[in-house]
Antibody, heavy 124, light 109 residues
Framework: EVQLVESGGGLVQPGRSLRLSCTAS????????MSWVRQAPGKGLEWVGF??????????EYAASVKGRFTISRDDSKSIAYLQMNSLKTEDTAVYYC???????????????WGQGTLVTVSS | EIVMTQSPATLSVSPGERATLSCRAS??????LAWYQQKPGQAPRLLIY???TRATGIPARFSGSGSGTEFTLTISSLQSEDFAVYYC???????????FGPGTKVDIK
């Protein structure tokens, strides 16, 4: 069974940093791109970005709203994906979901598996 | 950026009735479209991908159609567990981007 467990959320002041982790199990982690999707309280879903598998270069892509501030990385030996969030803004307050794609391709296409999410609150 | 719109924002339906949800893309996304269901306090669940293929374990009462810029999710006979928010989502390979629609809430009439 595929499982994704996010951790690392919490309350952080504007301008500070936070790192989220997504620990995966139940599949060959290194074969899949991993994505982050967020949801502000009471709002819709927003794609944050993804990291390709090593087979596709392990490169990353980001939404314009977080580009230059957020960094996604992965440790295939530990089956963990990370989301490093710097220069946080109040508008980054959201539940952050880790997701795994339907296909083991080099792209973020369809999100078949989701974690339970971790809440990040940016407030002074 | 490709912008996704959904209509209606809220759909009130009686159990057993048919529900039709619409999703429109600001430019063609071919068939690179998915539908998700989200219930309060839960993560979204993939229902449909490739515009019309049901994901594993999704009941046959859910169906998707469309291509290009106009898409539809149909729930043929609403069950109590189907009352939720539904999102459409497109992906584009170049430039790489993923966008979601704002959602349609299906509630009990």
């Amino acid at each position: 069974e595929v499982q994704l467990v996010e951790s690392g959320g919490g309350l952080v002041q504007p301008g500070r940093s936070l790192r989220l982790s997504c620990t995966a199990s139940g599949f060959t982690f290194g074969d899949y791109a991993m994505s982050w999707v967020r949801q502000a309280p009471g709002k819709g879903l927003e794609w944050v970005g993804f990291i390709r598998s090593k087979a596709y270069g392990g490169t990353t892509e980001y939404a314009a709203s977080v580009k230059g501030r957020f960094t996604i990385s992965r440790d295939d030996s530990k089956s963990i994906a990370y989301l490093q969030m710097n220069s946080l803004k109040t508008e980054d307050t959201a539940v952050y979901y880790c997701t795994r794609d339907l296909y083991s391709s080099g792209w973020s296409e369809y999100f078949q598996h989701w974690g339970q999410g971790t809440l990040v609150t940016v407030s002074s | 950026e490709i912008v996704m719109t959904q209509s209606p924002a809220t759909l009130s339906v009686s159990p057993g009735e048919r529900a039709t949800l619409s999703c429109r893309a600001s430019q063609s996304v071919s068939s690179n479209l998915a539908w998700y269901q989200q219930k309060p306090g839960q993560a979204p669940r993939l229902l449909i991908y490739g515009a019309s293929t049901r994901a594993t374990g999704i009941p046959a009462r859910f169906s998707g159609s469309g291509s290009g810029t106009e898409f539809t999710l149909t729930i043929s006979s609403l069950q109590s567990e189907d009352f939720a928010v539904y999102y459409c989502q497109q992906y584009n390979n170049w430039p790489p981007e993923v966008t979601f629609g704002p959602g349609t809430k299906v509630d009990i009439k």
